[in-house]
């Protein structure tokens, strides 16, 4: 139990662009997900908490605009990089709080970004 | 102060050895505890959650909670090296969202065949 998915695993797009990023609790209800960033040899950094049914709460930083989210159901939340450009380039991690399971979090295996 | 402290490493131990990793935290109201995994170039595996004093096992692997100490341990006994990874402390703070968990900044550990 306690599988998150995401997709694309890897993506490469040009500046200007829109880019995607869909993650799913496979097994479980996720009531909140949580949206990372990870650049090499650095920690963790926490991007936004997505609630499902309601906007999401975004990192002193990070921009809203720039950064949709999207919590359609129990299941399904969804990152997109709008206008992306080079400094976006990165690895987004998705984690699922299993309701049932008091405050476990599972990540998603990842999605490295690459804007040329 | 950070709110979540960890020793960077790295740290390395023979194959066979007890690894022992530490973490310390700062909101002496936390109530939950984790320990997760992350090969390079992958995302962070949980491979442990203790929300009592005491020790909890689970195969190889023990966390060690202190809630007076505000401590928090994660030994790894007989060590192979696969389990050569960053491990990560994540904590879940009275002052923060319920939901949100704040993580150390990891420590590397490196197992020596």
């Known amino acids: 139990g306690a599988v998150v998915s995401q997709h694309p695993s890897w993506v490469i797009c040009k500046s200007g662009t829109s880019v995607k990023i869909e993650c799913r609790s496979l097994d479980f209800q996720a009531t909140t997900m949580f949206w990372y960033r990870q650049f090499p040899k650095q920690s963790l950094m926490l991007m936004a908490t997505?609630?499902?049914?309601?906007?999401?709460?975004?990192e002193q930083g990070v921009e809203k605009d720039k950064f949709l989210i999207n919590h359609a159901s129990l299941t399904l939340s969804t990152l997109t990089v709008t206008s992306a450009h080079p400094e976006d380039s990165s690895f987004y991690i998705c984690?699922?709080?299993?309701?049932?399971?008091?405050?476990?979090?599972?990540f998603g295996p990842g999605t490295r970004l690459t804007v040329t | 102060q950070k709110e979540v402290e960890q020793n960077s490493g790295p740290l390395s131990v023979p194959e066979g050895a007890i690894a022992s990793l530490n973490c310390t935290y700062s909101d002496r109201g936390s109530q939950s505890f984790f320990w997760y995994r992350q090969y390079s170039g992958k995302s962070p595996e949980l491979i442990m959650s203790i929300y009592s004093n005491g020790d909890k096992e689970d195969g190889r692997f023990t966390a060690q909670l202190n809630k007076a100490s505000q401590y928090v341990s994660l030994l790894i006994r007989d060590s192979q090296p696969s389990d050569s990874a960053t491990y990560l402390c994540a904590v879940n703070p009275l002052s923060g969202s319920a939901r949100q968990l704040t993580f150390g900044s990891g420590t590397q550990l490196t197992v020596l065949p």
């Open positions: 984690s699922a709080r299993w309701r049932d399971r008091g405050n476990e979090q599972y």
């Open positions: 997505s609630n499902e049914g309601s906007k999401a709460t975004y």
